[in-house]
């Protein structure tokens, strides 16, 4: 039985009203919040504003039990749950069935993030996207019989309660990872010497490279940007590639050494190392590094994730909106390097604790193997199921 048809099957023929959001539910928004009222009056209710997260905590709320929400402006259209209370902002509204016999908060939530195209087709967008609430208020809602939407919401709760778990299960294996990465990287009573950068390698400097250089085939090129939105602890292609006229006047780094992003707008994202495995030499921006070294290239790629290496690097940050290496000082910076009087045996090393690393980073990176990939799937599953069992034939449709 498809979706579709068990769709057919829980109405049995009743009739689903069809009928503006406004006539059902009570939209409404909040007082202004900004980070600096935010900062006045700490405490523990998140505020829910344009995004998705919470843009800060507060010491008092101004909803409670009412979890839709759907924001007017920045990430216009974005549907969002949060239980419980919380701070509503200015730029997001509340939405709250007037009468829950007749309306399912819960089914109005699926059914909402269902709509979101024809959400944000209501928004207008001349200089700043932004959502009226008139123009909310009209949006077209479905009203089923009750044990109808307990039924949607039953199936498509099942999804979202088994990605909710395994999220939770990735943050877990994520800060599991971090703690035994940051121990085996201790080396606490074993044999090794902390080095500094300058001495275990070098440090080459990209050469520009713009968005208009970008083509579909020519040289595999890594821009900064891509460091620490796109790559994870290696690589061996490249996301992007720039014109094959150019190749006098790049730079390079070389198979087996580690590219640093010099420039972000986080400390924590400054300094993001990848470690580049590919068979050919790749092109890096002016506003990069490459690290070339004698060592595992991923034994330092890891190194660089540890709290131990982001402590010594923010040293090394300027200080101002943009984030940037101070490259002198960051040559100061040390490094593991396990058995320094053995190179072999070194090696040996490096490679057996990048081996466990490798474990750990598959299962909470990996979007072919691990929980990412696993969740991934979920959601998948759960917007073809909420698709299906949300399309609810309209009337004029069936006059048609």
């Known amino acids: 039985m498809t979706a579709a048809e068990f769709l057919e099957k829980l109405l049995d023929g009743a009739p689903v009203e069809w009928v503006p959001l406004g006539d059902v539910c009570v939209v409404k928004t909040g007082p202004n919040i900004n980070k600096q009222i935010i900062a006045q009056r700490p405490g523990p209710y998140p505020v829910i504003n344009s995004g998705r997260e919470p843009l800060g905590y507060v010491d008092h709320y101004n909803v409670e039990n009412e979890p839709i929400g759907i924001a007017s402006r920045g990430s216009v259209g974005l549907v969002t749950w949060t239980s419980g209370r919380f701070f509503r902002g ?14 399912d908060t819960r089914f109005l939530y699926h059914f909402l993030l269902f709509s979101d195209a024809e959400i944000q087709s209501l928004a207008t967008h001349q200089g700043i996207p932004a959502l009226n609430a008139g123009a909310l208020k009209t949006l077209p809602v479905p009203i089923p019989p009750m044990d109808t939407q ?4 039953r199936i498509l709760d099942s999804f979202t309660e088994l990605t909710a778990e395994l999220s939770a299960e990735l943050t877990a294996r994520k800060k599991q990872f971090n703690y035994y990465r940051d121990r085996l990287l201790s080396f606490e009573g074993g044999n090794v010497e902390w080095k500094p950068l300058d001495e275990i390698g070098e440090f080459i400097r ?4 713009t968005k ?36 006098a006047s790049l730079r390079y780094a070389e198979p087996n050494d580690v590219v640093i992003a010099g420039v972000s707008e986080t400390i924590e994202d ?21 690290f070339r070294h004698n060592m595992n290239p991923k034994f330092i790629a890891y190194a660089m994730q540890t709290d131990a290496f982001h402590d010594q690097k923010a040293q090394y940050v300027s200080s101002g909106k943009i984030k940037r290496l101070l490259i002198d000082g960051v040559k100061n910076v040390r490094l593991p390097v396990p058995y320094p009087d053995d190179p072999t045996r070194s090696l040996e090393e490096q490679t057996s604790i990048v081996a466990i690393l ?23 599953q759960y917007a073809w199921f909420r698709d299906q069992l949300l399309s609810f034939p309209k009337p004029d449709a069936e006059a048609a």
Not at 150 to 153: H, L
Not at 206 to 209: E, H, L, M, P
Not at 212 to 233: K, L, M, R
Not at 358 to 380: N, Y
């Open 212 to 247: 208009a250089d970008y083509v579909d085939e020519g040289i595999g090129a890594i821009h900064y940007g891509e460091i620490y939105t796109h790559y994870g602890v290696f690589a061996h292609k490249t996301l992007s590639n720039v014109r094959s006229d150019m190749a």
């Open 90 to 103: 200015n730029l997001n509204y509340s939405c709250a069935p007037k009468d829950q016999a007749k309306v």
């Open 150 to 153: 307990t039924e949607i919401v």
């Open 358 to 380: 490798d474990t750990f980073d598959t299962l909470t990176t990996s979007f072919s193997e691990g929980l990412p990939r696993e969740i991934e799937l979920r959601e998948k």
């Open 270 to 290: 400054v300094g993001k190392a990848v470690a580049w495995l590919g068979e050919e030499k790749v092109a890096i921006h002016d506003d990069s590094y490459a």
């Open 206 to 209: 990209g050469k520009r490279f």
